[in-house]
Structure formats: C-alpha cells, structure tokens
C-alpha cells in the first residue's frame, strides 16, 4: 500500500512516461513501409496507449474512481486509438 | 475509511476514494475529450484519403521539438501530481512544497509555448497557411487548440499557486487544486496521442 501510494508515485510514473516517450519518438523515426510500417504504427499507438492510460489513472487518480468515470476517459482513450488504427491500417493497405 | 491507514505514516499518502475534484470539471473535461477526438479521428481519416500529401507535409515538421514538448508536458503534469499529493499529506511544509511543485509545473508549460511558439514562427516565416493544404488545415487547427489549452491551463496553475501559496489548501480540502490538476492532465493526456499521430506516424 505505501509503495503504491507513496508521495514518490508521480516521480515512477513520471520516469515511465519519459522512458516510453523516448521509445516513441525512436519507432517514429525508424518508421518503415508495407507490413514492417504497419507493425511500427501499432506499436506507437499501443504506447501512446500505455502512456494516456498512465496519466488517466495515477495523475488523473482515477484509478481510485468510480467506474464510470475511469472508463469514461480510458473508453475514449481505447476509441481514439482503435479509430486511429484503423484509419492508418486502411491507409496502408 | 481509506483517508485514515495513512495518519500514522509520513511516507503514505491517503488514499482518494472518488473522482478527485468538482463533477461539474470532469463534465467539462469529457467534452474536451470528446472534442479532441472527433479532431483526432477526422484528421486520421483525412489522412487516409491521402497519406501521401500528409507524409510529405509531415515530414517538414520538428520532431525534435515535438519530443521536447512531450517530456516538458508530462513533467510538468508529474509536478502537479506531487504537488496534490504533498498538500493531501498536509505538514508544516506541504504549502511551501506544494507551491514550489506547481511553479515547476508553470515554468514547463512556458517552456512548451516557447517551443511551440517558434515552431509556429517558422511555419508562418516558410509561408503556411491554414489554406496551404489539407494537412496544414487540420496541423494549425489541431496543435492551435492545443496551444489554447496550454494557455488556458497555465492561468489555471497560476491560480493554483497563489492559492496554494496563501495555504487554502488543507488535507481533505483541496476540491480547487485537484480539479485545476486535472484539467492540465487532461492536456497533458490529448497531446500524448497528438504528438505520435501528427508528428511521427506516417
């Protein structure tokens, strides 16, 4: 419980958040064409995933909130990335 | 209930039980959110049409300052967290602490209006306009309502501080600060998913 909740959490969350930036911005500058492009897309999409579903539920604290709220925000989350997913796979096809 | 396991250590933090902030915030907030991905989406699905004038146009973007923009907003983002988190602890120093957290967090988000900002100089001096192209149609007006957020954001961290700063902020009386704190993470949230969708995908 301390180490979950502890005043250090923004801190470890905040070194994700910049780790997975990083592997970002990389995949991003190594993005390729046909299946490899495909693959890269979704691998930055899928962080960019992973790093809006860590703002929502440690900064945003909704972790600790009703349900309907943190589905709200991690719902829009998981539909703007599967509707951008699905435009650019479209696009590449 | 939650609140109470914590009174006996300085290192844990009370645990929130519910949404954190005013509900009227997180209304207004979901319609942001609402906003900003019916942007998204329709600048992935007009990119569909015609990838190939996007990627070029993309191409002449500043990544760089796109990833300097990313790691500026989430830390300033992190330092508004702490700063909720050491005034929720409470403590002779939690204002002080809390204060110096969020002036962290307002020289970030500076730090992303000038980065930001000579961006747009640039584009503005190599001719772009809203009606140069599709792509620098959806680029301006999607980063621009961005940027206006950050704006907006920062007067809300500045209200923040000076509240913060004057101690109106107490554990178990911090409705204000958690709902400013979480209207910045949700710009920090929107351009975690602009950044990757305008400046790197292709």
């Keep these: 419980m301390q180490t979950r909740d502890s005043i250090h959490s923004p801190l470890t969350v905040w070194l994700t958040l910049v780790v997975a930036t990083g592997i970002t911005f990389f995949a991003g500058e190594f993005e390729g064409s046909g299946p490899a492009g495909r693959w890269l897309v979704i691998g930055v999409l899928a962080l960019a995933l992973f790093k809006g579903s860590l703002v929502a539920l440690h900064f945003m604290e909704l972790r600790h909130a009703p349900a309907v709220w943190k589905w709200s925000v991690l719902g829009w989350l998981w539909m703007v990335v599967l509707g951008i997913a699905g435009a650019y796979l479209k696009g590449t096809a | ?202």
């Design chain 2, 1 to 202: 209930m939650s609140r109470s396991h914590s009174s006996s250590s300085a290192a844990a933090l009370p645990l929130p039980a519910a949404l954190q902030g005013d509900i009227a915030v997180w209304i207004f907030l979901l319609a942001e959110l609402l906003a900003f991905g019916v942007f998204f989406l329709a600048y992935a699905f007009a990119r569909a049409r015609n990838p190939a004038l996007f990627d070029a146009a993309q191409a002449g973007l500043d990544r760089q300052s796109g990833l300097i923009n990313t790691l500026l907003l989430v830390s300033s983002s992190a330092l508004v967290a702490h700063a909720v988190a050491v005034v929720r602890r409470g403590g002779g120093n939690a204002a002080r602490q809390g204060a110096a957290a969020l002036l962290g967090a307002i020289a970030c988000g500076l730090g992303f209006i000038v980065v930001k900002g000579s961006e747009y100089a640039a584009h503005f001096a190599a001719g772009m306009e809203l009606s140069s192209s599709t792509f620098s149609m959806f680029y301006l007006c999607l980063t621009g309502f961005h940027f206006f957020h950050v704006v907006l954001g920062l007067a809300v961290l500045a209200v923040l501080w000076r509240q913060t700063v004057a101690g109106v902020y107490r554990p178990g009386d911090l409705n204000g600060l958690e709902s400013g704190a979480a209207y910045w993470h949700m710009v920090d949230l929107v351009w975690l998913v602009l950044f990757p969708l305008v400046y790197l995908m292709h």
